[in-house]
């Protein structure tokens, strides 16, 4: 077949798919990279965890597919047999980027609709990595509405051990900060996963969104526990 296709085919075209294969590929090694960086950074977040007992529930903001929530909460389960996992996500990918995430037509590789994936497939990936639903529970939909002001009692929620900030854009990270902020402790961990996202300007994405939210919050510290990857960061509560 690949003889045929070789005779078959003009240059130009076969020239084009040659490099259409070798941009996915490397696509594909970056990726599986990035995601290998990332449960590194879930063992060591559960590592710090351990020591400091930090008590509260696990907040992912932006599961996708459920690859870090399903690790994380093997490696967290067993030990804070309390903790509980959330779920907050559209299900419905990314919203359309704009104002200052499409600023200059530039939304470092974001777009509308990215990373979609249905809840009914991210809970069959959860049964599927035996976690025990139980101690799980998704809450679907856009940040702005499902992140209101009171909304964490009417879930349950008192304290956040660990908030996982993986959902993109400055727009959306900003309700996620301010959802949080009542429920974290000294030695609460807040990762920001995209942190280095928009070329590492901190006047974009989630650089603006907690420097914005630190600013409003002067009794806040946050100590950088580690970096993880180009574009990862972890920090732990140093005052409220």
């Known amino acids: 077949m690949k003889a045929l296709l070789k005779k078959l085919l003009p240059g130009k075209i076969k020239n084009r798919l040659t490099t259409s294969k070798a941009l996915k590929n490397r696509l594909l090694t970056l990726e599986e990279g990035r995601h290998n960086r990332r ?39 067993p030990r804070f047999p309390a903790m509980r996992f959330f779920a907050f996500d559209s299900f419905a990918g990314l919203p359309k980027p704009h104002d200052v995430d499409a600023a200059n037509g530039f939304s470092s590789n974001f777009h509308e609709h ?44 008192k304290k956040i051990a660990v908030a996982w900030i993986d959902c993109d854009l400055y727009e959306s990270t900003v309700p996620v900060l301010n959802f949080i902020l009542p429920h974290l402790s000294v030695g609460s961990v ?9 070329r590492n300007l ?24 580690f970096s993880y990857g180009f574009h990862g960061i972890a920090f732990t509560v140093g005052s409220l």
């Open 190 to 198: 807040v990762v920001f996963d995209d942190w280095r996202c928009f």
């Open 39 to 77: 449960f590194a950074a879930v063992f060591d977040m559960a590592d710090y965890l351990v020591g400091a007992q930090i008590q509260g529930d696990y907040c992912e903001f932006g599961v996708y597919r459920g690859g870090i929530f399903s690790y994380a909460y093997r490696l967290l389960a």
């Open 202 to 225: 901190p006047e974009f994405g989630e650089q603006r969104a907690c420097r914005e939210w630190l600013a409003a919050n002067p009794h806040l510290t946050l100590n950088q526990l």
């Open 114 to 157: 990215e990373f979609v994936c249905g809840e009914e497939d991210f809970l069959a990936n959860l049964k599927q990595n035996h976690l025990d639903m139980a101690r799980v529970r998704t809450i679907k939909g856009w940040f702005k509405e499902t992140l209101a002001a009171g909304n964490a009692e009417e879930y349950g929620i």
